[in-house]
């Protein structure tokens, strides 16, 4: 089974990298996260350029328009061929089996 992350963000790019170190200690990892940003400055960008998690796609999509809904969407057009979705906030901070779990 593969599963993708989806996370929507707009001006917490700290916010960003404590979510992108969470999912790093998950016993069971994405096989791609995509950060939908909608920031006015390219910090979250930054970040996620200067991730380098082992065996995960990393996908950046930025919208000017400001829009969870639109950027949850957004998300799933950059989704490639996965079983199971979520979507997260970016101020989550998942327990390491979160993902195996669900």
Not at 19 to 30: D, G, H, N, S
Request: proline share 5%; hydrophobic share 40%.
């Amino acid at each position: 089974m593969t599963y993708s992350i989806i996370l929507p963000t707009l001006n917490r790019a700290a916010l960003v990298r404590n979510f992108l170190a969470c999912v790093e200690t998950q016993t069971v990892l994405p096989d791609e996260v995509i950060v939908v940003d909608q920031s006015d400055d390219c910090a979250t960008r930054d970040i996620l350029e200067a991730w380098h998690p082992p065996g995960i796609v990393k996908k950046y999509v930025h919208r000017e328009v400001k829009s969870l809904i639109l950027a949850r969407n957004a998300g799933l057009d950059a989704c490639g061929e996965t079983d199971l979705v979520g979507f997260f906030d970016d101020d989550v901070t998942a327990d390491p089996r979160f993902c195996e779990e669900m």
